[in-house]
């Protein structure tokens, strides 16, 4: 039987860790996430790791009930990644940007120069964003409604593509004699003519290292898939169990297949909250050590916030409204978790509902060892579930340094992990071709 391919893994960058109460139980100064050094010191970390890519999320706008109860570094991941990529040497940088509230010609020039700057290691982010507060943020009335944003993020994509690739690869001649520094005739003004976007103008410099940066997508809706299907070449998502993780996988890479693509050329690395201890017991007490410090409060805004809806408009000891959630579609992944927990609760009041509902995009939480993680992780790629996971530890930096300490050691003594980089760009990393310009 032929051995399985390598195992792929992000580091998911959150101010001390992705559990809401791990600011309050790190060791660091808790404004150390305002500052460079935070992030260089996991960046580098990831890379010891071997890992394929640093992944920063956005959040273009922030709910007030935040500030209380977490700590607010939504920094320009661009910005981040490009002060990161001065710090590294390989490890890929993947930022998050929006299709809702951005422009595809300054996003692809964002990105782009990233790619540059970094020597190949770009990868974004497609997000339509989730949370109607970004509206009045950018000047608008009204959030745009689930199918209109997915809508829009698939012409956005083709925009920026068109943009990416205005300049052959040998567009660049540098002929001092003939005083020629690019061929003109190289060079092709792309003419986006969409129903959502108008753009002209070519990128004011030639391709970058990896042609395009790598592109990501989160989306696990019907539209979210769809739009993977037809563009991603990784896939970050959330599933609740192994099950679904491998019924999500299979029908992602069907369809792919149906649209010419090759299933291969799109991981998909599902996220995964890690708390790690020396033994079970241990990792269960520090755990549930990070739950005992969890507010209530928190935690129905924060249900409300993720699903797109606003929290000062809800009575918390009264039951969510039947209208959002009975016979009505959830507008995102974030919503229908939020609605199935009522359903099964229907007179619950929602501060309870919002109990049983895991924050931000993962569901899932490993707590073990590393051995039995290590177990985890490659029982998950053979009955087909994932290709690596998007490592959340639940307190940062400890959980990384421990991921890269003890768990990768034990994948690459069982032959699943890579002992070094074996190429410069993040599509070298995932075993990505670079995509010919048309």
């Known amino acids: 039987m032929p051995n399985p391919p390598g195992l ?8 001390h860790g992705y559990h809401e109460s791990a600011w309050r139980v790190v060791d660091d100064d808790p404004r150390s996430v305002l500052g460079l050094p935070y992030y260089a010191d996991i960046a580098r970390t990831a890379e010891r790791g071997l890992m394929d890519a640093v992944f920063l999320a956005d959040n273009l706008a922030i709910a007030e009930y935040r500030v209380q109860h977490l700590p607010q570094t939504q920094f320009d991941p661009i910005s981040v990644l490009s002060a990161l990529a001065g ?15 951005s422009t595809p010609w300054d996003l692809a020039r964002r990105f ?3 790619d540059h700057l970094s020597g190949g290691r770009a990868g974004w982010n497609i997000v339509t964003t989730i ?6 943020a950018f000047g608008k009335q009204k959030h745009l409604a689930h199918a209109d944003r997915y809508a829009r993020a698939g012409e956005f994509v083709e925009a920026a593509i068109s943009v990416w690739d205005s300049w052959d690869d040998d567009a660049v001649v540098g002929d001092r004699s003939r005083g020629v520094w690019a061929d003109r005739s190289r060079v092709h003004t792309p003419r986006f003519h969409g129903k959502y976007h108008y753009l002209e103008g070519i990128l004011p410099f030639p391709r970058s290292p990896q042609g395009r940066p790598v592109l990501v997508q989160a989306g696990q809706s019907p539209a979210g898939q769809a739009l993977s299907a037809r563009f991603a070449e990784m896939v970050f998502t959330g599933p609740a169990t192994k099950k679904a993780a491998i019924d999500f996988r299979a029908a992602l890479h069907a369809r792919a297949a149906a649209g010419g693509r090759l299933p291969q050329h799109i991981p998909v690395l599902p996220a995964l909250m890690v708390t790690l201890g020396s033994t079970e017991t241990e990792a269960r007490r520090q755990a549930q050590h990070l739950e005992d410090l969890a507010s209530d409060e928190f935690r129905w805004q924060n249900a409300l916030y993720t699903a797109g809806l606003d929290p000062d ?10 209208e959002l959630w009975k016979d009505t579609e959830a507008p995102s992944s974030r919503a229908e978790q939020l609605y199935a927990a009522a359903r099964r609760q229907r007179r619950a009041p929602l501060r309870q509902i919002a109990r049983d509902i895991t924050g931000g995009a993962g569901q899932l939480h490993f707590i073990g060892t590393p051995e039995q993680l290590a177990d985890f992780v490659i029982d998950w790629q053979d009955d087909g579930a994932a290709d690596g996971f998007t490592i959340m530890g639940s307190t940062l930096p400890n959980e990384l340094t421990a991921f890269v300490g003890q768990v990768v050691p034990l994948l690459q003594k069982r032959g699943r992990y890579r002992r070094a980089y074996t190429g410069s760009t993040l599509r070298d990393h995932l075993s990505l071709p670079r995509p010919d310009r048309p």
């Open 112 to 114: 782009a120069t990233l």
């Open 8 to 15: 792929h893994f992000n580091a998911f960058v959150w101010p």
């Open 87 to 101: 710090v590294t040497e390989h490890i890929g940088l993947i930022g998050t940007g929006s299709t809702t509230y």
């Open 313 to 322: 408009g809800y009575d918390p000891d009264a039951p969510l409204r039947a």
């Open 131 to 136: 949370t109607p507060l970004a509206a009045a």
